[in-house]
């Protein structure tokens, strides 16, 4: 009985949520913990039914898809109903874009470089405009990411997720970059606790962004999400308005209070770091609860075509 | 003419705190930075005028002295006129304290393991009187302070200055332990950010401390300078009150401002990890600043024989 009635409260939640669908004209999706866990021997392992709510999405979207797969003449046809229209926004800084879409088109991902709107291209354009020269203390695989700067004589300290790059002597070497400048600037891609990998939690870029900020006393300029202007650049590049917007992504801070917080729906799925105690967050409530992308994808898809 | 006038500024302002030592019964020392800068091959170089400030402290106190060279007439003859009492008050977790203080002997300083309090031990009575298991994020020569406690299946984080230990890996497995917990309890054997060794800063463990609560959203609880419980266990070990007694510190924050909170007087060395901008610092003002330890045992002696 009492399953029956919380069954019943989640099917009214979920319609509720659902109602408030109209006028949406985009959809922007997280990638890890989303689309899939990353972590393992080959890079990762692909949420169920993620591929295909990608796919299905598409089928609403203006993306041209690139997958044989995929009929195109249903796709067109809905895309002239529907318009719905589709981006990838993550706080990715393992790898460069290119990289990391690569691993995800061979996990079977229909995306596209220039869907991502990741931190190091906007770091990237920052250092350029303010002439900085980074010292970095990210992943191996995303230093190309960083070719084109100087940085020799560093006047300011970039941070990513550098995973096992994280160690005592790294962050030593960045620390002692940045107490040694008059005035410290510290730029971190993202200020993410933790993510999910295959193997368990893995702590991410944000937890040593803290230690830096406590250690030098600074307070770090934030690329990525949850920065406002990182959502407002990745709805840019879609052409929506924030309230034309819905997020899907696993991280109640990071993901779905960002959105918010930049006038965007957001939805939690249930799969990646999600913690059941995400939906009591003290500061943060999304806009409706689903099991997974398949599910969200599902209920927004119905809903438009009503 | 500047300088002169610099130099008179600074006499005044030496004169000033020199004044207010009535009353003094007990000298609290502060040990990396003030009397030694640890590091390098032989583990560290003692401060110029250190060794011999400990003795001077000594001549001036009821300790007995373990060194030949000290004059014990002489010792005890100023014994009687001063009855100053010296303890060591140190956040050092790289080794246990037995190993420490060994290390400082073969530096040549002339201190006894019962006059060192220390985190480690502290740490080791509140973990015993609340029944918890910890899981260890400390240096590889602290370990033997704990080998006391039942460590299976742990139920708490113990962290200390772990340097090299503070690799990705074990940062991330305690930080799995904590988030695993129902009740996360993270316990940080100081919230020092950084010190000096003899080649260059080194991160402390509030750094780390920071990091993990940042990861978890939980609070430590710190054991170790500057909380108010491990400066008061000090001062009854030295049985002096508050008001009698001076710390001697080179960390603005936990030294100077943790002693102070407790009622304490204390003065900042400007050695080991002082910097010019200490002296400017928003929140804590030293009681006085003086050049070195040598410069301040010189001032608060001469006082006392007034």
């Given at each position: ?113 220039n869907e991502v709107t990741a931190p190091a291209p906007a770091a990237c354009r920052i250092l350029k405009e303010r002439n900085l020269r980074p010292h970095l203390l990210v992943h191996d695989d995303l230093v190309p990411e960083f070719d084109q700067l100087d940085k020799a004589n560093p006047n300011c300290v ?149």
């Amino acid at each position: 009985m009492h399953q029956l009635q919380a069954a019943g409260r989640a099917v009214r939640a979920m319609a509720e949520w659902a109602k408030q669908l109209a006028g949406i004209k985009g959809v922007m999706l997280d990638i890890s913990g989303v689309l899939y866990d990353s972590g393992g021997e080959g890079g990762g392992v692909p949420i169920p039914g993620s591929i295909e709510a990608v796919e299905k999405t598409r089928l609403n979207c203006g993306c041209y898809s690139t997958h044989a797969h995929v009929d195109m003449s249903t796709a067109f046809a809905m895309i002239k109903a529907s318009g719905l229209k589709l981006r990838f926004c993550t706080n990715e800084t393992q790898a460069t874009r290119g990289k990391f879409v690569a691993k995800l088109q061979r996990l079977g991902f229909n995306i596209l470089v220039n869907e991502v709107t990741a931190p190091a291209p906007a770091a990237c354009r920052i250092l350029k405009e303010r002439n900085l020269r980074p010292h970095l203390l990210v992943h191996d695989d995303l230093v190309p990411e960083f070719d084109q700067l100087d940085k020799a004589n560093p006047n300011c300290v970039v941070i990513g997720d550098a995973a096992d790059n994280f160690s005592y002597k790294n962050l030593n070497e960045a620390f002692r970059v940045l107490i040694g400048l008059e005035n410290p600037i510290l730029i971190s891609l993202g200020r993410g606790r933790y993510y999910k990998e295959t193997d368990g939690l893995k702590l991410d870029v944000g937890v040593y962004m803290k230690a830096l900020e406590y250690a030098c006393d600074v307070q770090a300029e934030v690329v990525g999400k949850p920065a406002k202007m990182f959502f407002q650049s990745a709805l840019a590049e879609m052409e929506v308005e924030p309230q034309q917007a819905i997020m899907i992504g696993d991280d109640i801070v990071n993901d779905v209070g960002g959105a918010q917080q930049c006038g965007m729906r957001a939805l939690q799925v249930r799969t990646g770091k999600y913690r059941p105690c995400d939906e009591q967050h003290p500061e943060v409530k999304a806009d409706g609860y689903v099991n997974n992308l398949a599910e969200a994808v599902d209920i927004i898809v119905k809903q438009l075509h009503k």
